[in-house]
């Protein structure tokens, strides 16, 4: 596919919307949706220019169509928001036309105004042509203001044709001037001083390419936007969808980015797209979206599907999202695991659990869980093993779920993928051994993970109700250094130096007085750790050996 990007060049809205170009929002890019914080901040900006002459605008990035015709792929929030501010001020022009005012000076002014930055007028109607054309749900909204300089008042107006009233309004209540020849100078003052770097894509349009080389050069595109406008295009290819099947088909799309936020929309369609294709890495994801959803009927099973999914993703990215309650009881348990995942960040087997939750019954899907639980702590959090390699391995496990080859946890366990990520106990005992994090920036994540060995030992601990106690004191005093000796500044973060308590009220005591305390603790790491006659480097490495042997027991899949 033919695909080139034109160097950036830097542009002034006067330059942008001038010249006989026209712009085109593409039908099913998102809806105008500015609102009243973003007016403020935008005004705030207009009035610097008076003092600094520009003000910069941040990228816009558009395909061209032909000579003079472009598709706004990103930015069309900005320009909708500028129009609209000319247009308020064109609006107050016509206020003073219709009071007398210079009446015929300000008719030229408006005319030419009209003509300049909002589109000509056909003469029989006398309704704009307008430079911009704006989506599906806000076009015929948005060419009543420009035709009549009027916020159209109906019956029944959607959210977004509401806010673009209301910023019209905004702005019409501002002062532009008092004169017409005020209100164009500022008119011209601000097109002149609004500054874009204008991004130019030539020929046909790859979405995906677009959005992978712009984000390489630090312009954030909106993923949802790109993917949507593609997908749409593509079930209308036949011109056979009507309006009422496409506002489903919009409010479908609309619910799937409300319920995962921008932010983790990307992940969620690679994580969706890698439980029933061949793994992609993000720079390839979207040319390999495109591939899945070539015709109409490919693209309604594929929005079907993202709309099936994604509270799935949503609810196990939160473990405490109100969705689980809605599951069958047995879900509940799943609650430890996400927890897990979420503090270590682990979002590796998110494939492979989209892949099982419609295909394994609730209790494979806990055991399946627990499993991938286990790995994650023993594989990712202590012994710090390829990312990558995981990957490859989860992609084709959630393959083998999805295509129904696998259809119980124990299918999963038994896999050579499975068995050759999961580090033996030995090399899981080395790694806990001598293991250290750093107690000052992860010390939820300590407590969560010796919370979980001391519930293994029978000790049923909360970690959010434990504090973090140091048995050499973080910064010890110069007791400490004597009374430690060698290596008393190299254990700090070890996990052999820190244990659970209900309290952290020794700080720097002495040894003898804290074993007092951990023995009446019921703690039983603190207890093994009172078991000791004296703590120094040797006692240790003795008590994090048999924190390692726990550790080994802790997080163990079965195989017997």
């Known amino acids: 596919m033919a695909f080139m990007l034109m160097e950036p060049t830097n542009q002034t809205f006067q ?10 929002v593409p039908r099913f890019q998102r809806d105008y949706a500015w609102d009243r914080e973003q007016w403020e901040d935008l005004w705030s900006d207009i009035e610097t220019i008076k003092d600094e ?3 910069y605008m941040g990228y816009i990035v558009l395909q061209r169509k ?3 015709d ?19 001020a064109m609006k107050n022009l016509q206020l003073l036309i219709d009071k007398g005012d210079e009446a015929d000076e300000n008719k030229e002014r408006l005319r030419v105004l009209i003509e300049r930055y909002i589109g000509s007028k056909n003469p029989v109607s006398l309704k704009v042509d307008s430079k911009l054309s ?3 749900n806000n076009s015929s909204n948005f060419k009543t203001i420009c035709s009549t300089l009027e916020a159209p008042n109906k019956r029944g107006q959607t959210n977004t044709n509401k806010l673009l009233n209301k910023c019209f309004k905004f702005f019409e209540s501002k002062n532009m001037g008092n004169s017409g020849a005020s209100c164009a100078e500022f008119i011209e003052c601000l097109s002149s001083g609004m500054i874009f770097t204008k ?9 995906y390419k677009v959005f992978e080389t712009l984000n390489a ?9 790109l993917l949507k406008n593609y997908i749409f295009s593509v079930v209308t290819k036949n011109d056979d969808v009507s309006d009422d099947e496409l506002n489903e088909l919009d409010e479908s799309w609309s619910e799937i980015v409300s319920q995962l936020g921008e932010s983790n929309f990307t992940d969620f369609i690679r994580y969706h797209h890698n439980f029933q294709a061949i793994l992609v890495t993000k720079k390839d994801l979207f040319s390999s979206v495109r591939k899945l959803v070539s015709t109409p009927e490919k693209a309604y099973q594929y929005l079907h599907s993202l709309s099936q999914y994604a509270p799935v993703y949503a609810s196990l990215l939160n473990p405490h999202d109100e969705w689980w309650a809605n599951q069958d009881v047995i879900y509940r348990h799943v609650k430890k695991y996400l927890e897990g995942f979420e503090l270590f960040n682990i979002k590796q087997p998110f494939t492979i659990l989209m892949s099982a939750f419609y295909q394994f019954s609730s209790e494979e899907f806990i055991t399946l869980s627990k499993y991938l639980y286990i790995l994650a702590i023993r594989y990712n959090v202590i012994c710090h093993l390829s990312p990558n390699e995981q990957e490859y391995a989860y992609n084709q496990l959630a393959i083998k779920i999805h295509s129904k080859e696998f259809t119980r946890a124990s299918h999963v366990k038994n896999s050579d993928l499975f068995k050759k990520l999961y580090p033996s106990d030995e090399s899981f005992f080395n790694a806990f051994e001598f293991h250290k994090m750093p107690s000052k920036r992860s010390a939820k994540k300590i407590r969560f993970l010796l919370a979980e060995i001391e519930t293994h030992l029978g000790h049923e601990t909360d970690p959010i109700k434990t504090t973090l106690e140091h048995v050499c004191p973080y910064n010890p005093d110069g007791d400490w250094d004597d009374y430690f000796g060698e290596g008393v500044n190299d254990i700090q973060d070890r996990l052999g130096n820190v244990v659970l308590l209900e309290k952290d009220e020794l700080k720097r005591a002495r040894f003898e007085d804290k074993k007092k305390a ?19 480097l040797q006692n240790l490495n003795a008590y994090q050996a048999w924190l390692s042997k726990q550790a080994v027991e802790t997080w163990k899949v079965s195989y017997r």
């Not at 472009?70 to 308020?88: H, N, P, Y």
């Open 134 to 136: 704006l989506n599906r």
């Open 199 to 207: 991004l130019v894509v030539q020929d046909d349009l790859n979405a």
């Open 15 to 24: 330059e942008l919307i001038g010249n006989g170009v026209k712009y085109q």
């Open 53 to 55: 002459q520009y003000h």
């Open 518 to 536: 951990y023995l009446d603790a019921h703690y039983p790491l603190a207890q093994q750790i009172a078991s000791y006659d004296k703590w120094n």
């Open 70 to 88: 472009f598709e706004v792929i990103d930015g069309q929030q900005r320009l909708i928001t500028l129009s609209l501010v000319v247009l308020a």
């Open 217 to 225: 050069r630090g312009v954030q595109l909106s993923t949802p936007d």
């Open 66 to 68: 032909s000579q003079h």
